[in-house]
C-alpha cells in the first residue's frame, strides 16, 4: 500500500515538475538518510527515494543534529547515511559513527568532481553536494525610494536603514536571524570573521573572542538591531523571511540557501516578489574579508552498519545527485550546486560572490560546536542591554572553557 | 499482616521502582561524576570545496578510541562538574562575594551566573504559579459545582481543555498571539499607541507571560481535583451550618476549604514539583534570552552539536535535589499529621 502510494506520489510529481525518474538505480539492502529540510536537501531525499530493489527512508527535519548522532551511535545504526554540513560532520566524526568513503567512491563514485570530496586526513568522510552562504538580500524598489546602491559594507546597510526609517517606507527595515541561541551565535561568527577575529588562540582549544574583534562586532550587531523588528531575539530564519515576504523588511543577511523560495512561498506580496534582489556578503570595519562564512552541505555513510547497507547507501545517494539532476530548472534554483553539469542562476549570485571574495569557511574544529552553543547562551544578555560587550564576551570564555575542560578539549 | 505477606504484597511494586526509578537515577548520579576522556588532537590537510586543502586540528580517532575503550565510563572527576561555572560555580560565587560591597551588587552578579540566573526564574515562576493555580481551580470549581446540571458537562469541557492542549502547541499559540505582529501584540501597541511596543523584547513581560500560561496551563488540573472534592462534601454539615445561619463565605470557609485541605497539599505538592520543572513553555515561547530553567539546560546540553552529558546529569542530579528541598515542608506537614493522628 504505502510503495502503491509512493510510486503515486513520485508518478505525481513528474507529471507536475517534470522530474525525470532515474532508470537504473538498483539497490540491494536498505536505506535510511537524515538530515536537515530545506529544498535543495529534500530534492536529494526525493532522489534517494527514487531507487528500487530495497526500502530507502528519510527523515527530513531541523532537529537533525539531535537525532542524527544518537540515530548512528546504535550498532547497526538506524541512519545508513546522514546530510551534513560542515558544522554539523565534526559532531559525527567525534562520536567516530561515519566511514571513509575511499573505496566506495573508487567503486561507484564516477562522475563527482575532485571538489566534492571532503578530505580529513587521508580519508575521504563526506560528499559535498552544495554550497551556502549567508549574504545580502535587499528590495530594489526601497534602495531606489532612497537613491543609494545595495550596500557593500555593515556601515552603508545602517546608513540606508536610517534613511528609510527617516522617509517613514519602513519603521524597522532591517532583518537578521538573531534569535538567542544558534542563529544569535551564527551572526557574531559572520561579524566577528569580518572585523578580523579567529575564533581560538592559534594551535589550542583556548577561546580568543574577547578582544577588539568581537566587541566591535557586539557593537554592530547591537546598532543592526536598532533597525530591528523589536522581537529580533526570537527570530529565527524563518520568522525573518515571513517578516520579508510580508513587505515588513528591505534589507537582510540571509542563507543563500533561501534565495530562490523568497518569491515562491505562499503569501508573498507583490513589491517583493517584483524587487526581490540579491548580492554578495557584506564586508564591515573597513575589513576585506566578508562578514559571513563559507558552508558546504554533504552526504556521510554511517560506519556501524553492514557493507551491502552502506554499499546500497552510497549508490542511492549518488543518484540523488546525479548529473541529470542540473536539467531540471526547479532544482537548479534551489542551491549552488557543486555537481557536475550546474550552471548558476540568477539566485547563486550571492553564494558565488561569496566564494570570490574568500570568505572564510565556517572553522571545521572539534570544539567549535561548544563554542558556538556557549555564544548562543550568554550574547542575549547584551542585546538587551543588559551588560557591557566585554562582560559578555568573558561570560562567553567562560561558558566555553567549563564546556571544553569537561568534554577534554582542555586540561 | 504478616511480615512475609507483606513482603510478597509489596514485592512487585518494589522491583519495579528499583529497576525504573531507583536504577535510573543512580546511573545519573554515577554519569554526573564522570567526564569524558581528554581528547587527542593532530592537526591534518582538510579539502572542502571552494577553499581547497588546508591544515586543520582534528581528533585523533585511533588515539582517542584506545583511551575511550580502557576505561568507557571516562575519567573520575568527583563533583568538578556541579561546581563549575555552569553549574554552582562555587569558585565564581566566592569571588563575587569578597568583591562586592553590598547584598545588591552580589544579587546583579549572581545573575549573571547562568545557574543562579535558572533560579531565580524558577523559583518566582514556582512561587506565583503554584498558589494561583489553587486558587484560581478552587474558584473554578465551587463556581461550576453551583452551576445547573444541564450546563455543567459542557462548562467542565471547556475549561479543561488548557490542560488538555499539549502544552507546547498551547505555549506557541499564545506566543503567536503576542507577537509583535499578532492580535495581542498588536492590540497592545494600538493601546499604548507605541508601534515599537514589544511584549517578547521584555524580561518582565515575559516572565509575566510565562506566568499567565502557567496558570492558564494548570488551573484545570486543580480544578478537576477540587471538583471531584466538591462531590464528596457532607451535605448534613452544611446543612446544619445553613439552619444556623452561616453565610455562604462562613459554610467555604469553615466546612468546604477544611474537607478539601488534604487535596489541597495534593494539588501543591503536584504543582510544586512540576512547576520547578518548568520547560516547554521556555522553548514554545522562544523565551531563552529571558528565562532558563534547570529542565531548559538540559535540553540545551543535549541539543547542541557537542553533547554534553555529563553537564546535563549534574543538572538533573540538581534538579532532583531542587525538588527534595521544595516537597521538604509539605512533606514533613504530611508525615507530623499522620503522627498526631496516630
Known sequence: MIKKLFYSVVFGATLLFGIPVFAGCEISARVSVVGNEFPAIQTVGAGAQECTGAKVETNLTSEHQKINVPGMQGNPAEYTSAIIANSSIVALMNEDVIRPLDDLVAKYGKGLQKSQLIKIGDNIMAVAFMANAQHLMYRADVLKEIGVEPPKTYE??????????????????????????????????????????????????????NSEAGVNALNM?????????????????????AEYRAGNIALLNMWGSRAASQTTAEGVIDAVKNNHSIAGPMTVGGGSTPASTLWWDGWTVAKNISDAEAEATFIAMMNAIHPDKMKDEKIRTQAVWLIDGYKPTDAAIG??????????????????GLLHTALGNELADFMQGKESASQALSDVEAAYVAAAKEK???? | MRHSTFFWFVLPTASAMVLFIAFPIFSVLVQSVHAPHPVVLVEVETCTPLVGCTVETTMDQDAT??????????RFIGLEIFFDRGHLAVKEVREIIRNSNSFNEVFSKLSNLPFYRALAFTLTFTFIVTPFVIIFGFLIAITVNAISSHLKGLVIFFSLLPFVVTQLIGALVLFWMIDSRGILGSAVQWLASDPNLSLKASTGVMWVS???????????????????????????????????????????KYIIIPHLFPLITFVALIQLMDNFRVFEPIVGFNASAHAQSLSWFIFNDLGGETRQLSSAAASSVLTIIGVSILLFPVLFRTWRDFRERT
Not at chain 1, 167 to 183: L, R
Not at chain 1, 351 to 368: G, H, Q, W
Not at chain 2, 233 to 250: N, T, V
Open chain 2, 65 to 74: 578510541k584506545a583511551i575511550r575503550e580502557a576505561e568507557p565510563l571516562g
Open chain 1, 156 to 209: 552603508d546597510m545602517l546608513s540606508a536603514a536610517k534613511m528609510i526609517r527617516d522617509k517613514g517606507i519602513m519603521e524597522n527595515p532591517v532583518g537578521g536571524a538573531y534569535a538567542a541561541g544558534w542563529n544569535l551565535a551564527q551572526e557574531f561568527n559572520n561579524m566577528f570573521l569580518g572585523y578580523g577575529g579567529s575564533h581560538f588562540k592559534s594551535g589550542s582549544a583556548q577561546p580568543n573572542i
Open chain 1, 221 to 241: 550587531m547591537k546598532a543592526l538591531s536598532e533597525y530591528m523588528n523589536p522581537d529580533f531575539l526570537t527570530h529565527d530564519s524563518n520568522a525573518t523571511n
Open chain 2, 210 to 252: 510565562l506566568i499567565i500560561y502557567g496558570i492558564w496551563h494548570a488551573a484545570p488540573f486543580a480544578f478537576v481535583i477540587f471538583y471531584a472534592g466538591l462531590q464528596t462534601l457532607p451535605q448534613d454539615q452544611i446543612e446544619a451550618a445553613k439552619i444556623d445561619g452561616a453565610s455562604r463565605y462562613q459554610q467555604t
Open chain 1, 351 to 368: 553564494v558565488f560572490e561569496a566564494a570570490k571574495m574568500s570568505t572564510t569557511p565556517y572553522p571545521m574544529l572539534p570544539y567549535m
Open chain 1, 408 to 411: 577534554g578539549f582542555i586540561n
